[in-house]
């Protein structure tokens, strides 16, 4: 079972970035897959979530209308597309796995490596 994240990079604000995530060893129709982010100093938190049960969940008001978690699974990938985006976006971004859709970064059984999204205001 494996998480790869990746799409991360240096980008001005306003402007936009994807983020995919590659899984293996398993299949997305039996879990969900989150999007955290953890900011320098910051604790991590739940961004975006997708499940074929729960369908898309946002947990973050402060990305509501700019991020969109969306999925293919016959790549086995799940994307944050991520636009507009600010200063205080700059974190770096984790996947993982979880049996269903949820903010509590302690339900997730699988991580990604994470990438780092740096916005310059």
């Known amino acids: 079972v494996q998480l790869q994240a990746s799409g991360g990079g240096l980008v001005q604000a306003g402007g936009s970035l994807r983020l995919s995530c590659v899984a293996s060893?398993?299949?997305?129709?039996?879990?969900?897959i989150g999007w955290f982010r953890q900011a320098p100093g910051k604790e991590r938190e739940g961004v975006q979530c997708?499940?074929?049960?729960?369908?898309?969940?946002n947990w973050l008001q402060a990305v509501k209308g700019r991020f969109t978690i969306s999925s293919d699974n016959a790549k086995n990938t799940v994307y944050l597309q991520m636009n507009n985006l600010k200063a205080e976006d700059t974190a770096v971004y984790y996947c993982?796995?979880?049996?269903?859709?949820?903010?509590?970064?302690?339900?997730?059984?699988?991580w990604g490596q994470g990438t780092l999204v740096t916005v310059s205001s």
């Open positions: 993982a796995k979880a049996p269903f859709c949820t903010h509590y970064s302690g339900t997730y059984t699988q």
């Open positions: 060893g398993f299949s997305f129709d039996d879990y969900a």
């Open positions: 997708i499940s074929s049960s729960d369908g898309s969940r």
